[in-house]
Each structure stands twice: as C-alpha cells, then as structure tokens.
C-alpha cells in the first residue's frame, strides 16, 4: 500500500459520516502504489455501473496531494463508478 492511502481505520470514519450526514454511500480505491485515488459517492443502494456517482480522481506529487479532479469536469451524479478509469477528468 502506498504512503498516499487514508488509513482503514480513517477511511471507515469518514464513510460512517458521509452516510450518516447525506445518506450517501462512498466508494474509495487506490489504484496501484503510485496511482490516484478514486472517490466515489451515490444515493445508498445505487449499483457501481449505474451513471449516477459522483466521482473524484486524488491526484498526488511526492505523496501530497496536488489536484482533487471531477470526471466529466463537473460535481454531478452522472458517472458510473465502474467507468471510473477510462473516464475523463478536470
């Protein structure tokens, strides 16, 4: 696991928050040692191939991180998570 990755422990936490404050469930994956990091967040019960997350590429140089980007450039809940690779980002 690489040094840019929120701990489990932290990441639960913030999981149980976001639920409890919105009614959201969120999505987080690491992708690789030195690859972005992937939010995602949809109503509770939205399946992950469904266009209607929110999702959040975490860019990072030298494990601080630079750049919290949106796929499709925008905050909306219109990608699906599984498309979160191939999905554009700004």
Partial sequence: MSN???PKDLRDQFNKLVKE?????IKM?????DGPIY???????TATSVKKWQVQKLVY???????VLFAGGHAG?????DDRAEASYS
């Fill in 4 to 6: 840019n990755v929120p």
């Fill in 21 to 25: 404050e919105t009614g959201l469930k």
């Fill in 29 to 33: 994956i690491e992708n690789g040692a």
């Fill in 39 to 45: 939010i995602g967040m949809a109503t509770a019960g």
């Fill in 61 to 67: 140089t030298t494990n601080e991180l630079t750049s």
């Fill in 77 to 81: 809940f219109d990608t699906a998570w």
